[in-house]
């Protein structure tokens, strides 16, 4: 399995991002999906996360109402709309991929097996 990550970039507080993630080599229709991102000198944080069956989102409390979660089963892609971005969103944002799992164990990222490479989002004041 392999994850590309894509859509980071520079923005101004107030503005949007889309950040994409396509995944290769299987499809994770029976897979969690979520969302992480890691700021330098902090430890990685769950940003969010979509429950293999598709109904289930869960968000972290600083991007609850701010970013939104979704797929697109057809072309293997899950996507991170990102709106009303501040700089304490700066940061490296990762996407990650494992089957089904408990839903306690979904915002913890050791809990996923496959991660795909970075992609810097960086928003300025």
């Known amino acids: 399995v392999q994850l590309q990550a894509s859509g980071g970039g520079l923005v101004q507080a107030g503005g949007s991002l889309r950040l994409s993630c396509v995944a290769s080599g299987r499809t994770f229709r029976d897979w969690d999906m979520g969302w992480f991102r890691q700021a330098p000198g902090k430890e990685r944080e769950f940003v969010a996360c979509?429950?293999?069956?598709?109904?289930?989102?869960i968000y972290a409390n600083s991007v609850k109402g701010r970013f939104t979660i979704s797929r697109d089963i057809a072309k293997n892609t899950v996507y991170l709309q990102m709106n009303s971005l501040n700089p304490d969103d700066t940061a490296e944002y990762y996407c990650?991929?494992?089957?089904?799992?408990?839903?306690?164990?979904?915002?913890?990222?050791?809990?996923?097996?496959?991660w795909g490479q970075g992609t810097q989002v960086t928003v300025s004041s």
């Open positions: 990650a991929t494992t089957p089904r799992m408990a839903y306690s164990a979904l915002a913890q990222p050791a809990s996923y097996k496959y």
């Open positions: 979509m429950r293999y069956s598709g109904g289930a989102t």
